[in-house]
T-cell receptor, first 114, second 114 residues
Framework: DVKVTQSSRYLVKRTGEKVFLECVQDMDHENMFWYRQDPGLGLRLIYFSYDVKMKEKGDIPEGYSVSREKKERFSLILESASTNQTSMYLC?????????????FGQGTRLTVV | DQQVKQNSPSLSVQEGRISILNCDYT??????FLWYKKYPAEGPTFLISISSIKDKNEDGRFTVFLNKSAKHLSLHIVPSQPGDSAVYFC?????????????FGKGITLSVRP
């Protein structure tokens, strides 16, 4: 079974704190993604990575950065957390081939910034 | 500008009837389209996908239809069951070389009434 694991289910952080959200996958996937989900806005792509040390901005990268030092781990960093970053964060990974079109998601991290 | 659009925020159907969830897109370069189902406090789970070169894919109660000329796809669930009540996301995958980018719609909340 493919497994994508996010380090925390729930996090509460203070405004201005530096926040690390960790994601690990065990399927040797090249592609990894970070999304946030907000009511009425669906899933919005923050950053994605298609290889170690490679990263690409998604649709809403402002206020975030990422790190991919190892293939299996993709970290999302909030340099200085703000209340508008309170959200559900979802990590996904995929291995894109002609017939393999599925992306696997972690269970999500509910982040609250107070 | 949204490239993947789910224009209806919600749908309510009677158990046993057909649920039709619609999705429109603007980018003709998308290679695959995927549907995900999400329960509250869980990560999205993959349902079914379709390649851009096909017009139909069926898996049990779930069928996805793709109309490339209209840039429209739909997910049919027949027969609908109360356990199908969830948020459904349409997603589109663009593959460029070894990279891929997955873009989601805002989601539609399906309620199946017993």
């Amino acid at each position: 079974d493919v497994k994508v694991t996010q380090s925390s289910r729930y996090l509460v952080k203070r405004t201005g704190e530096k926040v690390f959200l960790e994601c690990v996958q065990d399927m040797d996937h090249e592609n990894m993604f970070w999304y946030r989900q907000d009511p009425g806005l669906g899933l919005r792509l923050i950053y994605f990575s298609y290889d170690v040390k490679m990263k690409e901005k998604g649709d809403i990268p402002e206020g975030y950065s990422v790190s991919r030092e190892k293939k299996e781990r993709f970290s999302l960093i909030l340099e200085s957390a703000s209340t508008n970053q309170t959200s559900m964060y979802l990590c996904a990974s995929s291995l894109i081939r002609d017939t393999d079109t599925e992306a696997f998601f972690g269970q999500g991290t509910r982040l609250t910034v107070v | 500008d949204q490239q993947v659009k789910q224009n209806s925020p919600s749908l309510s159907v009677q158990e046993g009837r057909i649920s039709i969830l619609n999705c429109d897109y603007t980018n003709s370069m998308f290679d695959y389209f995927l549907w995900y189902k999400k329960y509250p406090a869980e990560g999205p789970t993959f349902l079914i996908s379709i390649s851009s070169i096909k017009d139909k894919n069926e898996d049990g109660r779930f069928t996805v239809f793709l109309n490339k000329s209209a840039k429209h796809l739909s997910l049919h669930i027949v027969p609908s069951q109360p356990g199908d009540s969830a948020v459904y996301f349409c997603a589109a995958l663009e593959i460029t070389g070894a990279n891929s980018k997955l873009t989601f719609g805002k989601g539609i909340t399906l309620s199946v009434r017993p």
